[in-house]
């Protein structure tokens, strides 16, 4: 059975302080590696990672993949109250189609 | 651009009671999901669809969830009979498509599901 697991579940932290979010995956027929950022309720795409070792950034956000020990860290530094969110880690697997399967997400809390 | 709608919102119902929803891709998206979100986990895939066929459906409980997507545009998924274990958020998502490649997934705001 396919599986993703996130950590820690929850984090909280203070305007400024730098995050790690961790993300480790078993699935068969590995495509990819997607991170989302959840507010309320529709998560929206943050990256998608297929290399191992080509790291991704936007802004203050950056994630890297490593296909040998099966994870993904997601960080994201001098965090901001608006950074407030559910942190989703999913594996996309299939021969010939994407199944993305989810973690359970890291709830982050930035206080100011 | 429109983003994905989805209705209705909210639903309350008692179990044993039937419900639908309705989602309303972007427009020219190929693909569309059907996940569940049950409070406190990720998102779990139930359906997906590539135009108007079914390309992975195995975590649909086909017993009592139904999904259709008749002319390869809009879909709506379907309960019956609802059990108390079926409130959750039901999300759709819709992404240009193309099995070959991943397309970004773009999720509407989802429908909160309260089962009594």
């Known amino acids: 059975e396919d599986k993703v697991v996130q950590s820690p579940l929850s984090l909280v932290v203070h305007e400024g302080d730098t995050v790690t979010l961790n993300c480790s995956y078993e699935?068969?027929?590995?495509?990819?590696l997607l991170w989302y950022k959840q507010e309320k309720k529709a998560p929206t795409f943050l990256f998608m990672l297929?290399?191992?070792?080509i790291e991704k950034k936007s802004g203050r956000l950056s994630s890297i993949l490593d296909k040998k020990e099966l994870f993904s860290i997601l960080n994201i530094t001098a965090t901001q109250t608006g950074d407030s969110a559910i942190y989703l880690c999913?594996?996309?697997?299939?021969?010939?189609?994407?199944?993305?399967?989810f973690g359970r997400g890291t709830s982050l809390i930035v206080h100011p | 651009e429109a983003g994905v709608a989805q209705s209705p919102r909210y639903k309350i119902i008692e179990k044993r009671q039937s419900v639908a929803f309705w989602c309303n891709p972007i427009?020219?998206?190929?693909?569309l999901y059907w996940y569940q979100q049950i409070l406190g986990q990720g998102p779990k895939l139930l359906i997906q669809?590539?135009?108007?066929?079914?390309?992975?459906d195995s975590q649909l409980p086909k017993d009592r969830f139904s999904a259709e997507r008749l002319k390869g545009v809009d879909s709506t998924l379907k309960i019956q009979p609802a059990k108390l274990e079926d409130s959750a958020v039901y999300l759709c998502?819709?992404?240009?498509?193309?099995?070959?490649?991943?397309?970004?997934?773009?999720f509407g705001p989802g429908t909160r599901l309260t089962v009594l």
């Open positions: 699935v068969t027929n590995f495509r990819s």
């Open positions: 297929t290399s191992s070792g």
């Open positions: 427009s020219g998206h190929a693909t």
């Open positions: 669809f590539q135009n108007n066929g079914v390309v992975d």
């Open positions: 998502a819709s992404s240009l498509g193309g099995l070959a490649a991943y397309n970004e997934q773009f």
């Open positions: 999913a594996a996309a697997s299939g021969g010939g189609s994407y199944i993305p399967t």
